[in-house]
């Protein structure tokens, strides 16, 4: 498997436009999450998916920041519209169930940056 | 709000060294424990994990955990330079994921 695919790698944008970041779970992997790292708050969790239906989204910042997941294959994280705090690597994870000793594999990351 | 907390570091240690990187956590009520390893510019990938009071050992990394202090640490053993990264603790407590910010491991050959 080629494991968790995120894209872009890097996305630069200017304040006030629309990101779009998007992610490929592992196949047969029934969680999603959405984490956001910095170097001043750590890893934070944003929200994560059930077989598609969002479980939590209580880390999501605010109403700017927005995720779908329309298939077992697939989920967005969008920001609009943006702004330069939003800078952060943003990471994708899954895993096969959620038991307490399951892994989560991260994807690569997309770095954002917004001037 | 469920805390866990990490000694950012940096920690150097010689080639050869124990390294010993400690996490302590809030809830009482977690659940399992989890060690990453974050190279820089990388996803962080799993060390090891633990749930049960007391060491688990896999390989040249020891993961000690005493809940009733609440705290959980990552001994690795013979450290080498490609050891050196930042290492996340994290927790599952009430089917939810929290890291610390991490330690920095240096290993001086």
């Known amino acids: 498997d080629a494991g968790v695919i995120q894209s872009p790698r890097h996305e630069v944008t200017e304040m006030g436009q629309e990101v779009t970041l998007r992610c490929k779970p592992i196949?047969?992997?029934?969680?999603l999450f959405w984490y956001r790292q910095t170097m001043m708050r750590g890893l934070e969790l944003l929200i994560y998916?059930?077989?598609?239906?969002?479980?939590?989204d209580s880390g999501m910042p605010e109403d700017r920041f927005s995720a779908k997941m329309p298939n077992a294959s697939f989920s967005t994280l969008k920001i609009q519209p943006s702004e330069p705090r939003d800078s952060a690597v943003y990471f994708c994870?899954?895993?096969?169930?959620?038991?307490?000793?399951?892994?989560?594999?991260f994807g690569p990351g997309t770095r954002l940056t917004v001037l | 709000q469920k805390e866990v907390e990490q000694n950012s570091g940096p920690l150097s240690v010689p080639e050869g060294a124990i390294a010993s990187l400690n996490c302590t956590y809030s809830?009482?009520?977690?659940?399992?424990f989890f060690w990453y390893r974050q190279y820089s510019g990388k996803s962080p990938e799993l060390i090891m994990f633990?749930?049960?009071?007391g060491d688990k050992e896999d390989g040249r990394f020891t993961a000690q955990l005493n809940k009733a202090s609440q705290y959980v640490s990552l001994l690795i053993r013979d450290s080498q330079p490609s050891d050196s990264a930042t290492y996340l603790c994290?927790?599952?407590?009430?089917?939810?994921?929290?890291f610390g910010t991490g330690t920095s491991l240096t290993v001086i050959p």
């Open positions: 994870a899954s895993s096969l169930r959620r038991q307490s000793t399951d892994t989560q594999y």
């Open positions: 633990i749930y049960s009071n």
């Open positions: 998916f059930n077989n598609n239906v969002p479980i939590d």
């Open positions: 809830d009482r009520g977690s659940q399992s």
């Open positions: 196949s047969g992997h029934d969680y």
């Open positions: 994290a927790v599952n407590s009430g089917n939810q994921f929290y």
